[in-house]
């Protein structure tokens, strides 16, 4: 009886001992180096406008992004000198009625729609256009500047820019 509890301890050293053993060269098995390749998303946006006779016809933004965007819009008045200078802040605010899918909300127009890769929203401007002030008093003359954003589509847990951005912002 003595001999089969001497081999039963010694059974369970020895078990013992190799599943230890097998747990520390399980956990000490190396592999090879893993690279992470990540490729960020580009994102970018070009904008496109035709002027006609002192007014501004057509302002269109294209996704010259990577992936699909969510676009807004930001104008900006000013006067300009016969230099070229900037002779003063715009005593003037553009008048138009933001058309095809955009709205206003803020200091920014926001086309509520995602832009497809090489996409082009519809013109931010109806029929009527933006017209421009004539030149004031001291000759200056209005420019109007046209500030374009974008933002990836996906991922932003958004239905609409104006939310997107606000999220971009959070």
């Not at 520390?24 to 180096?33: C, E, N, P, V």
Request: aromatic share 8%; net charge negative; charged share 10%.
């Amino acid at each position: 009886m003595k001999q089969k509890k001497l081999i039963l301890a010694a059974l369970i050293v020895v078990l013992l001992a190799a599943s230890v053993g097998g747990t520390i060269a399980f956990l000490s098995i190396k592999t090879g180096t893993v690279e992470n390749t990540f490729t960020p998303q580009q994102v970018t946006c070009d904008i496109h406008e035709s002027f006609t006779n002192n007014t501004k016809t057509s302002i269109t933004v294209e996704n010259t992004s990577n992936i699909p965007v969510y676009i807004r819009v930001a104008l900006i008045p000013y006067w300009q000198d016969a230099n070229g200078n900037v002779a003063g802040v715009a005593s003037w605010t553009p008048s138009f009625t933001p058309a095809n899918g955009w709205v206003k909300d803020g200091d920014y127009y926001y086309y509520n729609g995602v832009v497809a890769v090489g996409g082009t929203t519809p013109s931010l401007v109806g029929s009527e256009g933006i017209a421009l002030p004539a030149p004031d008093a001291n000759g200056n003359k209005a420019v109007l500047v046209i500030a374009a954003e974008a933002i990836q589509a996906q991922g932003m847990g958004a239905t609409t820019a104006q939310a997107a951005f606000a999220a971009a912002a959070n």
